[in-house]
Every structure is written in structure tokens, then in C-alpha cells.
């Protein structure tokens, strides 16, 4: 590969949070060298890219995006979603295993992992199922799905209700070493629901979901860990109890980290409006005080990744009545331009939402992607944080239309994206003095 030397750039380091203008030189396919303040050497014959002052940082890593294939390639497909994850400066997505069919068996991870090869132009990690058929009653085998490539396990979208069973697969989880992902929403107690309960599902005469869905899985979940040591991931958290018994578990020196998505950061309750299905999700969004208290969350540590919740779905499943239409939305595309709001309101540094959208979910996974170092490897995006636009849905690279930021103005946007030095996507927004 002939070298590239992105220059002119203001570097931002989201496993340290150093900042400061600098040049990357890159080099098959790797980070050869970093000149903080300085230009680095320049091999003859190699390609240059002026940065223009812009923000160069370690490409996003979204640990949560249904991508649809095998099975639901009407909705989506590995080469349409990591297009949309390259346009959105996501340079490693987890696919989730509730496939048809299910990731459940070493020779479905080997398909998504040959297919990803031949037709993503990310990197994609397959997350495989931690019970067969997503069933929630007999384990998968851990250990030959480690073999032959995933990277965690969950059940998707459905939690694992049977304590026993949640209990074998943490001790199996603890044995290899593996990660464990838990959507944590007991669906007894979602019932019927369909938005988060309280005032505005009474006025929208909507059935409530109470937080106690959540938080009850949750607490369980949390003791099942001091039981069996292993290390639990839960998802996705949405209400300020949830914060608190994460952080409780964390000071009482647990193996528990969590998610949140970037719709409960930045939307609320109120964001349904006159029942629009896209706003229709799992975790519900939730109210004003619940969204301040992740954000805040997400500051203080307790909250440790940002993820896209990536669940497109088709025109029949979403233009329905509200309680009929499918839970899901559009997310990897604008998870950074959507993140951003937080930067641009004041509500959390820059450094500190770059952390979690890229060098924390690296480290959970124990990849060398999400640092700003020498021979770490060269997924890199360039962003104009400034950048304003409306967001056209139509315009979206992903086969399904159904973002919750439809229309919404947005500020800052994906310039360049690299996925191991080689360019993956370019702005139309950019011009470089390559």
C-alpha cells in the first residue's frame, strides 16, 4: 500500500484525551508515526491529505447495529449498513445474532465473517446468541463460537428471563473469558406497553412501560454477577435508577459496564409527537430528567459506551398505528452528528464523548482500534464538528428509511473515514489539498 500522510490535522487521542495539531503518517495499513505539533517524515511517492485544521481521531466502534443478512436483507444488508457506518464515521460495528438464521453456531459466524470480507467496507464483529434460537433456554457453546470469531454474547433484542439459565451463562462467560451483552427489559412487565409510562403516555392514550421493566433485570442480573465474578455488559440503560445501580455495582468493585444509546441521550418522551412510529424504540425513550441523568451518567464514568442501536425496519413494519408499528430506528449514520449535540449544548467535552464512542468499546472488546498510537491500526475518521445540515432520510445509505432524526438539523459530520489506512468514505462537504 503506498503511504498516506494526513496532515494539518487537529489530533484528539480518545484513549488519553491528548489534543493538539499534529500529522499522521500511515503505513501498511498501521499508524507509523504521530508528529504532535510537527511534520512527520514523508517517504517519497506517498499520498498527502491536507486536513485543513479538522478533527482526526480513532474511527467510531459501535457495539450495537442489526445488519440484516442472512435473512432480512430487505431491510438491510453487511454492505448497505457498513456503507452507512462509514458515512458515519463508525469504523468497526458488533452485529447483532437475532439473524434468520440465528447466530447461534460456529458456521453461521464463519458466513458473517466471509461475507463481511467480500462486500463491508468496515470492520464487522459478529456477536453471536447466548441461547439457541434466542430462545432464552439452552446455552450455546461458548466456546466453539469464540473459535471461530465472535466477539461477545447476546440475545439481541430479548433477554434472558430464566435466572438459571442467566446463571450458567455468566459462569460459562467467566470460564472463556467471554463478554456477555444483556438487553436489560423484563418483557412481563413491558406487557403491552409500547412508550415509557407516565403522563405523556396517559395524554397520548398509549400503554406505559415503567422503568421497573428495566431496572428489576437489571438488579437481578447484578446479583447473578457477584455470584459467578464474570463480567456483564448491560446494553443498553435509560432512567436514572438504572444509573444508580450501575454505579453502585461498580463501587462495590463488579465487573459490570454499560450502554447507553444515543436516542436516549439526545430525545425524549416528548420527541414522539403526534405518535411518530420512528421514534417508537427499546429502551422507550424516556423523560427529560431521565435523559439528563445518563447524560450526566455518561460524564461521570458510571455509563461507559455510546452506541447507535442500528434496527432498521421496513415501510410495512413502521407506517402502522403506534402500538402496532415495530420497535427500532436508524442509528449508525447519525450516531456521530447526533452525539455531537451533547458537545455543541455544553452538557459533555468533546474528549470525554469520543472516549465512548470509540477507545472504550475498543478495550471491552480488547481490540488495538480506538487509540491514537504507533502501530495501532489505521481506522481513522476526519470530522468537522461544525458542519450544519438537515438530515434528508432519502439521502441515508442504508436500505431502511426509518431515522429518528428525519428532518432534524444536525452539526458535524464524517469528512473522511479510513479502515486500515484505506479510504472508505469521503464527504462531498470536503475538500482536501491532497
Known sequence: MTALVLSNATLLDPATGREGLGSILIEDGRIADIAWGTAPGTPENSQKIDCGSLLLTSGLIDLRAFVGEPGAEHRETLASASAAAAAGGV??????????????????????????????????????????????????EFGLLQEAGAVA???????V??????????????????????HVEEPDLVGEGVMNEGEMASRLGLTGIPREAETVMLE????????????????????????????????????????????????????????RTFCKLSPPLRTEADRHAVVQALNDGVIDVIVSDHNPQDVETKRLPFAEAADGALGIETLLGAALRLVHTGDMPLARLLAALSANPAKLLGREAGRLAVGAPADL???????????????????SKNSPFDEARLQGAAMLTLVGGRIVHRSDFFESAA
Open 381 to 399: 475518521v476526519l470530522i468537522d464538528t461544525d458542519v450544519p445540515y438537515v438530515l434528508d432520510k432519502r439521502a441515508l445509505k442504508s436500505r
Open 91 to 140: 469504523t468497526t460495528l458488533v452485529c447483532m445474532p437475532d439473524t434468520n438464521p440465528v447466530i447461534d453456531g460456529a458456521p453461521i459466524v464463519d458466513f458473517v465473517l466471509r461475507r463481511a470480507r467480500d462486500t463491508a467496507c468496515v470492520t464487522v464483529l459478529p456477536a453471536a446468541a447466548i441461547t439457541k434460537g434466542l430462545a432464552g433456554k439452552e446455552m450455546t
Open 161 to 182: 428471563t430464566n435466572a438459571q439459565v442467566m446463571r450458567r451463562a455468566l459462569t460459562y462467560a467467566r470460564d472463556f473469558g467471554a463478554l456477555l451483552m444483556q
Open 220 to 275: 437481578r442480573d447484578i446479583r447473578l454477577v457477584r455470584l459467578t465474578g464474570a463480567r456483564y455488559h448491560a446494553a443498553m440503560i435509560s432512567c436514572a435508577d438504572s444509573v444508580e445501580i450501575v454505579r453502585r455495582a461498580k463501587q462495590d468493585g463488579l465487573p459490570v459496564t454499560c450502554g447507553v444509546s444515543v436516542n436516549n441521550l439526545v430525545l425524549n418522551e416528548g420527541d414522539i409527537g403526534h405518535y
Open 153 to 159: 454474547f447476546t440475545d439481541g433484542l430479548k433477554a
